[in-house]
Nanobody, 113 residues
């Protein structure tokens, strides 16, 4: 069955960095565009970044451009999100998605002093 397992979240001070990972299984990962989303308390889930099946066609939400970097390793069926210069407004649960309406449990990112 399809599984998406996000990891790498945590508590970090403003200006800090985290690298999120999403391990996928149950579908042919290398054929699908993958994306990272986030959902803050009381807000709708929003698209943060996306990457094409072979690593091209990268896009970012305006507020994270220049700070976040999405990448993938098709040999490991994993997509990453490197987050630098984190801000309190980046606090959210982060999810990956790319195959239908399958979602993982998400990983919590909290940016606070």
């Amino acid at each position: 069955q399809v599984q998406l397992v996000e990891s790498g979240g945590g508590l970090v001070q403003p200006g800090g960095s985290l690298k999120l990972s999403c391990a996928a299984s149950g579908f042919t990962f290398s054929r699908y565009r993958m994306s990272w989303y986030r959902q803050a308390p009381g807000k709708e889930r929003e698209l943060v970044a996306g990457i094409g099946s072979t690593g091209g066609y990268i896009s970012y939400k305006d507020s994270v451009k220049g700070r976040f970097t999405i990448s993938r390793d098709n040999a490991k069926n994993t997509v990453y999100l490197q987050m630098n210069s984190l801000k309190p407004e980046d606090t959210a649960v982060y999810y990956c998605n790319g195959y239908g309406d399958y979602w993982g449990q998400g990983t919590q990112v909290t940016v606070s002093l």
